[in-house]
């Protein structure tokens, strides 16, 4: 499996390893986005993943047959947990929330340890059931008192029209929070 684009490959996402019967999984940037291929040693690789968004942090299961992994396919700011079945490429999400995260699975398969963010709230770790939709359980308690009680205000996520392809690129508007739409400041 061999990329050449003369702008940019993205070698962050170079993830590898052994599946079931001796297939291989790997992420590969083909596309112009980062997904999941399973490759029989023989033969071609098959895309389990596809869309407009990035795959990344893959993890084997124990036997070999599901891979775990993080993507933003809701929105490129917003990461979620997902699960495809190698075999049938059935993909489940894990969890469905509007920040930021990472994750570890637990040794024997049961858990998720999540490290999760917002705009306006920092890096918090949580655990998790392994199961869709399972709720997140706050592990740790970071934020001070006073950061706590400040009024923060959230960003808005606006699209601005790029003028080298067709995707918006994203960025956060910082408003007042006394603002109103049109006026001048």
């Known amino acids: 499996h061999r990329l050449h684009d003369d702008a940019w ?4 996402f170079k993830n590898f390893g052994w599946a079931y019967d ?21 033969g071609e690789a098959k895309k389990l993943t596809s869309g407009s968004f990035e795959v990344s ?3 084997l299961s124990k036997d070999g047959r599901s891979v775990y992994y993080r993507a933003n396919a809701q929105h490129p700011g917003i990461y979620n947990v997902f699960k495809v079945a190698l075999d049938s490429g059935k993909t489940t999400s894990l969890t469905q929330l509007s920040g930021n995260l990472t994750f570890k699975l637990s040794p024997d398969e049961q858990k998720l340890l999540v490290r999760y963010s917002t705009s306006l709230l920092p890096e918090e ?4 059931d392994n199961q869709p939709s399972a709720p997140l359980k706050r592990l740790t308690y970071t934020v001070s008192k006073e950061l706590q009680n400040m009024a923060l205000q959230a960003p808005q996520v606006v699209a601005v029209p790029s003028s080298h392809g067709n995707a ?9 929070k006394d603002y109103k739409q049109g006026e001048k400041r």
């Open 22 to 42: 001796n297939q291989l999984y790997f992420l590969s940037e083909q596309s112009g986005y980062s997904h999941l291929y399973l490759k029989p040693l023989k």
């Open 57 to 59: 942090q893959p993890v």
């Open 9 to 12: 490959i993205n070698y962050d």
């Open 125 to 128: 770790l949580y655990v998790m």
């Open 168 to 176: 918006p690129v994203y960025a956060k508007l910082y408003l007042p």
